[in-house]
């Protein structure tokens, strides 16, 4: 059958066609099988480049066939940190030559307040969690994790630990996956032997108390650091100290150990590095001698010690925030 000339090009232009897509599809194949060999090659020479994945509540090191689903139920929140997250609101403003623009202006900050939350000592959750710690001391455990301990739907009561913890030389791993803490005691000082720190999406500790610098062996630490005052992606502000507040006060001075003199008690605000993570550290000092005498601020952070509140100059934002305007008053 003899075809049209009209058709007869349209034939060979469809041939042509998919010659040169099938060229293409092999060229991007054999670039995909050379890039994964190339990429198993680099993870192999390269140890510290590691695939994610998650570990939960698990140590580091756990191996993959050892990790277990996702124990929690509900994870703990709040609204201290909200103005963080908020968009930016356009509003109308006037330029230098007086014509009108759209302008995005970052969320305000309020004062933020410490959580008061008060554990119920006489619950159940509490008496649980007080016998899981004498156990893991009677048995010299190298581990506290409390969500397995005691269970989640009493875990999820818990809004501080015992001060028994102090007591618990043998841990070297504090699991506290997914709490609903709102602090911590300062006895985790006298944890000596700790090695990893696991706080990860406990999202209402937004600070830690300045103790936790003196456990000398804590090098790895998991910590959801967009909960914490002064995070560096998005600088929210510190409360505003003093504070009076006899849930936070230890019962002597952070920094020496001493015991409070008449004058009463010194605090301030502190960034240091702890572990892997830079923390908001609160210093319970027994004289302006002790505040003088703390370490060196972590870089890129408040470069003294210092009292909060919305007047508090912190460095600008960064990450993904580094070129828009900081949402932190003053600055």
């Not at 099988?33 to 020479?45: D, E, G, H, S, T």
């Not at 009493?154 to 070297?172: C, F």
């Amino acid at each position: 059958m003899h075809l049209p000339p009209v058709f007869m090009l349209y034939s060979l232009a469809v041939s042509e066609f998919w010659q040169e897509v099938g060229l293409l599809l092999v060229v991007a194949g054999l670039a995909a099988i050379l890039f994964r060999k190339r990429l198993r090659n680099i993870v192999a020479q390269n140890s510290t480049l590691k695939v994610y994945s998650p570990r939960f509540n698990q140590r580091s090191g756990t191996p993959k066939h050892q990790l277990r689903p996702n124990p929690v139920r509900h994870y703990a929140s709040c609204h201290c940190l909200d103005a963080q997250y908020e968009p930016a609101q356009v509003e109308d403003d006037v330029n230098t030559e007086g014509a009108e623009e759209r302008v995005a202006r970052p969320s305000e900050w309020q004062e933020l307040k410490f959580h008061t939350e008060a554990q119920d000592t006489n619950s159940d959750a509490w008496q649980a969690l007080e016998a899981y710690i004498a156990k893991v001391r009677r048995d010299k455990s190298d581990e506290l994790e409390p969500l397995s301990g005691i269970g989640c739907e009493l875990w999820e009561q818990i809004v501080t630990l015992p001060k028994s913890i102090g007591a618990l030389n043998s841990v070297r791993f504090l699991g506290l996956y997914g709490s609903h803490l709102v602090r911590i005691p300062p006895e985790i000082g006298d944890m000596t032997n700790l090695e990893e720190f696991d706080p990860y999406t406990s999202r209402c500790l937004h600070w830690f108390p300045y103790e936790i610098s003196r456990c000398h062996r804590l090098t790895q630490s998991r910590v959801s650091t967009r909960c914490l005052y002064g995070n560096h992606k998005y600088r929210p502000p510190f409360p505003r100290l003093p504070q009076g507040l006899d849930l936070l006060a230890p019962a002597k001075c952070s920094v020496c150990g001493g015991s409070f003199s008449t004058e009463g008690i010194h605090q301030a605000w502190i960034s240091l590095r702890v572990a892997t993570d830079v923390l908001p550290l609160l210093v319970h000092a027994c004289s302006e001698k002790c505040i003088a005498s703390l370490s060196k601020p972590a870089s890129a952070y408040v470069q003294h010690p210092h009292f909060g509140g919305l007047d508090l100059k912190q460095p600008p934002a960064d990450y993904f925030l580094r070129d828009a305007p900081s949402p932190v008053s003053g600055n």
